[in-house]
């Protein structure tokens, strides 16, 4: 089957670097998509990885290892305002996009 | 504001009744999806439809059932509710036929609530 694995919380201080890690197992892989989801609100688009590598954008990167089946999300020079659920999201054979169930990142003061 | 509009916003029924949600992709947007979001829980991907066509489909259930209509808003219709079906309903749309290499918007989603 399909699914994705990542971990269910993280907790890290203000202006420290947290690693989020996704690992996934899916058929017709074409890349991995990160959102970010505030308690109560939509989730929105971070980044996207269809290569191998890291994508940088602003204080967040993205990694992608397909023969690893991994990816990461790096939010670097954390602020209070980062606390919010992180989906990793599968882009698949049939035109289907899967979520994992999401990591709730805590910053602290 | 991401563009897509979902109505209603909360919505309370009690079991074994059925509820229709309701969604505006963004202009120029041909896809709609479907996600289901329990209690803590990820998005679990539903169905998609592409310019009018069914293009996914997900972890549906046979009492749920969609359709995007020629102007592209699109339904999504809960039947024979039961408690569990509980949850927050968003939906997405992006520009092509997947979410593949673009970004999909999200609604502010509809908060289901079976009694």
């Not at chain 1, 990461?72 to 980062?82: C, V």
């Not at chain 2, 102007?71 to 520009?95: I, K, M, P, Q, T």
């Not at chain 2, 989603?109 to 009694?115: A, N, P, Y």
Request: proline share 2%; with cysteine; glycine share 10%.
């Amino acid at each position: 089957g399909q699914s994705l694995e990542q971990p269910s919380e993280v907790t890290a201080v203000e202006g420290a670097i947290v690693q989020i890690n996704c690992t996934y197992q899916t058929s017709g892989f074409y890349g991995l998509s990160w959102y970010q989801q505030h308690d109560g609100g939509a989730p929105t688009f971070l980044s996207y990885n269809a290569l191998d590598g890291l994508e940088e954008t602003g204080r967040f990167s993205s990694f992608l290892s397909r023969s690893d089946s991994y990816g990461y999300l790096l939010l670097q020079e954390l602020q209070m305002k980062d606390s919010a659920s992180y989906f990793c999201a599968c882009h698949t054979g049939g035109f289907k996009t899967i979520f994992g169930a999401g990591t709730r990142l805590f910053v602290k003061a | 504001d991401s563009g897509v509009t979902q109505t209603p916003k909360h919505l309370i029924t009690a079991t074994g009744q059925r509820v229709t949600l309701r969604c505006s992709p963004r202009s120029g947007d041909l896809s709609v999806y479907w996600y289901q979001q329990s209690l803590d829980q990820g998005l679990q991907f539903l169905i998609q439809y592409y310019n009018g066509e069914e293009r996914a489909k997900g972890n549906i259930l046979e009492r749920f059932s969609a359709q995007q209509f020629p102007d592209l808003h699109s339904e999504l219709n809960l039947s024979s509710l039961e408690l569990g079906d509980s949850a927050l309903y968003f939906c997405a749309s992006s520009v092509g036929g997947t979410t593949v290499n673009t970004e999909a918007f999200f609604g502010q989603g509809t908060r289901l609530t079976v009694v």
